[in-house]
Protein backbone atom coordinates (compact mmCIF):
# COMPACT_ATOMS: atom_id res chain seq x y z
CA UNK A 1 0.00 0.00 0.00
CA UNK A 2 1.08 3.50 -1.13
CA UNK A 3 1.65 5.66 2.33
CA UNK A 4 3.05 9.13 1.87
CA UNK A 5 4.09 11.13 4.98
CA UNK A 6 4.98 14.77 5.67
CA UNK A 7 6.44 16.35 8.82
CA UNK A 8 6.14 18.07 10.09
CA UNK A 9 2.89 18.89 10.68
CA UNK A 10 2.60 21.88 11.81
CA UNK A 11 4.93 24.50 11.37
CA UNK A 12 5.23 28.20 13.10
CA UNK A 13 7.90 30.38 11.89
CA UNK A 14 9.26 33.90 11.54
CA UNK A 15 9.21 36.19 8.55
CA UNK A 16 12.98 36.23 7.20
CA UNK A 17 13.74 32.19 7.87
CA UNK A 18 14.65 29.40 6.03
CA UNK A 19 13.02 26.14 6.66
CA UNK A 20 12.17 22.56 4.62
CA UNK A 21 9.39 20.70 4.78
CA UNK A 22 9.80 16.73 4.21
CA UNK A 23 7.60 14.04 2.30
CA UNK A 24 8.49 10.36 2.30
CA UNK A 25 6.54 7.88 0.30
CA UNK A 26 6.48 4.01 0.59
CA UNK A 27 6.61 2.60 -3.02
CA UNK A 28 8.40 3.54 -6.27
CA UNK A 29 6.40 6.61 -8.05
CA UNK A 30 6.24 8.32 -11.12
CA UNK A 31 5.89 11.38 -10.10
CA UNK A 32 5.50 13.80 -7.01
CA UNK A 33 3.52 16.71 -6.88
CA UNK A 34 3.43 19.53 -4.23
CA UNK A 35 0.37 21.60 -3.63
CA UNK A 36 -0.87 24.68 -1.27
CA UNK A 37 -4.23 24.98 -0.15
CA UNK A 38 -5.25 27.97 1.66
CA UNK A 39 -8.19 27.78 4.49
CA UNK A 40 -11.34 27.08 2.86
CA UNK A 41 -9.84 26.36 -0.44
CA UNK A 42 -9.17 23.99 -3.06
CA UNK A 43 -5.82 23.06 -3.72
CA UNK A 44 -3.32 24.91 -6.08
CA UNK A 45 -0.31 22.87 -7.42
CA UNK A 46 3.09 24.28 -6.81
CA UNK A 47 5.46 21.80 -8.63
CA UNK A 48 5.81 18.63 -10.23
CA UNK A 49 8.75 16.47 -9.43
CA UNK A 50 9.32 13.98 -12.49
CA UNK A 51 12.25 12.07 -12.30
CA UNK A 52 15.38 11.57 -9.55
CA UNK A 53 17.12 15.09 -8.62
CA UNK A 54 14.76 17.60 -10.22
CA UNK A 55 14.96 20.43 -8.59
CA UNK A 56 12.22 23.41 -9.36
CA UNK A 57 11.99 26.88 -7.97
CA UNK A 58 9.04 29.70 -7.72
CA UNK A 59 9.79 32.26 -6.04
CA UNK A 60 10.53 31.62 -2.22
CA UNK A 61 10.16 28.00 -2.53
CA UNK A 62 12.00 25.12 -4.23
CA UNK A 63 10.95 21.70 -3.98
CA UNK A 64 13.24 18.62 -4.98
CA UNK A 65 12.94 14.52 -5.37
CA UNK A 66 15.23 12.19 -4.26
CA UNK A 67 13.51 8.80 -5.85
CA UNK A 68 16.24 6.19 -4.34
CA UNK A 69 15.53 7.38 -0.96
CA UNK A 70 11.51 8.00 -1.46
CA UNK A 71 12.25 12.25 -0.21
CA UNK A 72 10.90 15.18 -1.58
CA UNK A 73 11.48 18.25 0.12
CA UNK A 74 9.98 21.56 -0.35
CA UNK A 75 11.93 24.22 1.03
CA UNK A 76 11.18 27.91 1.79
CA UNK A 77 13.85 30.53 1.66
CA UNK A 78 13.13 34.24 3.46
CA UNK A 79 9.41 33.38 4.83
CA UNK A 80 6.77 35.90 4.36
CA UNK A 81 3.24 36.11 5.69
CA UNK A 82 1.71 35.40 2.73
CA UNK A 83 3.25 32.16 2.67
CA UNK A 84 1.02 31.13 4.78
CA UNK A 85 -0.98 28.08 4.28
CA UNK A 86 -1.21 24.10 4.12
CA UNK A 87 1.33 22.69 1.90
CA UNK A 88 0.63 19.08 0.51
CA UNK A 89 2.78 16.71 -1.42
CA UNK A 90 0.95 14.24 -3.23
CA UNK A 91 2.58 11.01 -5.21
CA UNK A 92 1.09 8.77 -8.20
CA UNK A 93 2.27 5.28 -7.28
CA UNK A 94 2.51 2.40 -9.94
CA UNK A 95 0.86 -0.86 -8.11
CA UNK A 96 -1.13 -3.29 -8.67
CA UNK A 97 -0.48 -3.75 -12.22
CA UNK A 98 -1.07 -0.21 -14.16
CA UNK A 99 -3.31 1.52 -11.65
CA UNK A 100 -1.96 4.73 -10.35
CA UNK A 101 -3.15 6.34 -7.86
CA UNK A 102 -2.66 9.94 -6.76
CA UNK A 103 -2.45 9.69 -2.72
CA UNK A 104 -1.56 12.78 -0.49
CA UNK A 105 0.35 13.34 2.55
CA UNK A 106 -1.16 14.49 5.55
CA UNK A 107 -0.67 18.29 5.11
CA UNK A 108 2.06 20.80 6.72
CA UNK A 109 0.25 23.63 8.03
CA UNK A 110 2.51 26.89 7.80
CA UNK A 111 2.07 29.99 9.79
CA UNK A 112 5.03 32.58 9.05
CA UNK A 113 4.58 35.11 12.40
CA UNK A 114 5.70 39.15 11.20
CA UNK B 1 -5.68 27.62 -15.98
CA UNK B 2 -7.38 24.33 -15.26
CA UNK B 3 -10.58 23.42 -16.16
CA UNK B 4 -12.08 21.68 -14.18
CA UNK B 5 -15.75 22.49 -12.66
CA UNK B 6 -17.85 21.29 -9.45
CA UNK B 7 -21.14 22.33 -8.53
CA UNK B 8 -22.81 22.99 -6.74
CA UNK B 9 -19.96 24.87 -4.60
CA UNK B 10 -21.62 24.66 -1.65
CA UNK B 11 -24.90 22.05 -0.14
CA UNK B 12 -27.20 21.84 2.61
CA UNK B 13 -29.02 19.31 2.54
CA UNK B 14 -31.59 17.16 4.90
CA UNK B 15 -30.86 13.19 6.42
CA UNK B 16 -31.79 10.98 4.39
CA UNK B 17 -31.95 12.72 0.50
CA UNK B 18 -30.60 11.77 -2.17
CA UNK B 19 -27.82 14.03 -3.64
CA UNK B 20 -25.20 14.22 -6.50
CA UNK B 21 -22.31 15.99 -6.73
CA UNK B 22 -20.75 17.32 -10.02
CA UNK B 23 -17.33 17.31 -11.33
CA UNK B 24 -16.79 18.05 -15.42
CA UNK B 25 -13.59 18.46 -17.14
CA UNK B 26 -12.46 19.86 -20.44
CA UNK B 27 -9.12 18.87 -20.69
CA UNK B 28 -9.81 15.22 -21.93
CA UNK B 29 -7.93 13.90 -19.06
CA UNK B 30 -8.40 9.99 -18.40
CA UNK B 31 -7.43 9.97 -14.54
CA UNK B 32 -10.14 11.23 -12.55
CA UNK B 33 -10.42 11.44 -8.41
CA UNK B 34 -12.42 12.47 -5.43
CA UNK B 35 -11.66 13.24 -2.17
CA UNK B 36 -12.60 13.70 0.90
CA UNK B 37 -11.05 16.14 2.87
CA UNK B 38 -12.40 17.96 6.38
CA UNK B 39 -11.17 21.44 8.21
CA UNK B 40 -7.67 21.33 8.61
CA UNK B 41 -7.06 17.57 7.79
CA UNK B 42 -5.94 15.57 4.89
CA UNK B 43 -7.34 14.69 1.99
CA UNK B 44 -8.69 11.14 1.73
CA UNK B 45 -8.87 9.42 -1.46
CA UNK B 46 -12.31 8.05 -2.21
CA UNK B 47 -13.18 7.22 -6.02
CA UNK B 48 -10.40 7.25 -9.11
CA UNK B 49 -11.40 6.48 -12.56
CA UNK B 50 -8.87 5.70 -15.01
CA UNK B 51 -11.19 5.90 -18.00
CA UNK B 52 -15.07 5.50 -19.20
CA UNK B 53 -16.49 2.65 -17.55
CA UNK B 54 -13.49 2.16 -15.32
CA UNK B 55 -13.96 3.14 -11.60
CA UNK B 56 -12.46 2.20 -8.29
CA UNK B 57 -12.88 2.86 -4.60
CA UNK B 58 -10.65 4.73 -3.17
CA UNK B 59 -8.55 3.95 0.51
CA UNK B 60 -10.86 5.70 2.28
CA UNK B 61 -14.28 3.60 2.86
CA UNK B 62 -17.32 5.52 1.65
CA UNK B 63 -20.88 5.18 1.49
CA UNK B 64 -20.85 7.31 -1.60
CA UNK B 65 -20.95 5.91 -5.51
CA UNK B 66 -19.24 7.08 -9.03
CA UNK B 67 -19.81 6.66 -12.50
CA UNK B 68 -18.18 7.73 -15.61
CA UNK B 69 -20.18 7.25 -18.25
CA UNK B 70 -18.07 10.15 -20.42
CA UNK B 71 -14.64 11.06 -20.05
CA UNK B 72 -15.68 14.47 -19.22
CA UNK B 73 -18.23 14.00 -16.36
CA UNK B 74 -17.26 12.14 -13.17
CA UNK B 75 -20.37 12.75 -10.72
CA UNK B 76 -20.71 11.16 -7.27
CA UNK B 77 -23.74 10.21 -5.33
CA UNK B 78 -25.06 9.69 -2.06
CA UNK B 79 -28.30 7.86 -2.00
CA UNK B 80 -28.77 8.64 1.59
CA UNK B 81 -27.27 11.73 3.12
CA UNK B 82 -26.64 11.03 6.74
CA UNK B 83 -24.55 13.79 9.19
CA UNK B 84 -21.21 12.00 8.99
CA UNK B 85 -21.10 13.13 5.00
CA UNK B 86 -20.49 16.18 6.33
CA UNK B 87 -17.45 17.38 4.60
CA UNK B 88 -15.86 19.08 1.49
CA UNK B 89 -15.42 16.84 -1.37
CA UNK B 90 -12.66 17.74 -3.70
CA UNK B 91 -12.51 16.46 -7.43
CA UNK B 92 -9.33 15.77 -9.30
CA UNK B 93 -8.34 15.26 -13.09
CA UNK B 94 -4.88 14.29 -14.80
CA UNK B 95 -3.47 13.93 -17.85
CA UNK B 96 -0.52 11.89 -15.83
CA UNK B 97 1.67 14.69 -15.77
CA UNK B 98 -0.27 17.20 -14.08
CA UNK B 99 -3.25 16.68 -11.35
CA UNK B 100 -5.30 19.60 -11.80
CA UNK B 101 -8.63 20.47 -8.58
CA UNK B 102 -11.88 21.78 -8.84
CA UNK B 103 -12.86 24.42 -6.24
CA UNK B 104 -14.28 21.62 -3.87
CA UNK B 105 -17.98 21.33 -3.03
CA UNK B 106 -18.62 21.77 0.72
CA UNK B 107 -21.78 19.68 1.93
CA UNK B 108 -23.09 19.89 5.34
CA UNK B 109 -26.15 17.21 6.12
CA UNK B 110 -28.71 18.42 8.75
Known amino acids: ELKVEQNPLFLSMQEGKNYTIYCNYS?????LYWYRQDPGKSLESLFV?????AVKQEGRLMASLDTKARLSTLHITAAVHDLSATYFC??????????????FGTGTLLAVQP | EADIYQTPRYLVIGTGKKITLECSQT?????MYWYQQDPGMELHLIHY???????EKGDLSSESTVSRIRTEHFPLTLESARPSHTSQYLC?????????FGQGTRLTVV
Open chain 2, 92 to 100: ASSDGTEAF
Open chain 1, 27 to 31: TTSDR
Open chain 1, 49 to 53: LLSNG
Open chain 1, 90 to 103: AVEGRYGGATNKLI
Open chain 2, 27 to 31: MGHDK
Open chain 2, 49 to 55: SYGVNST
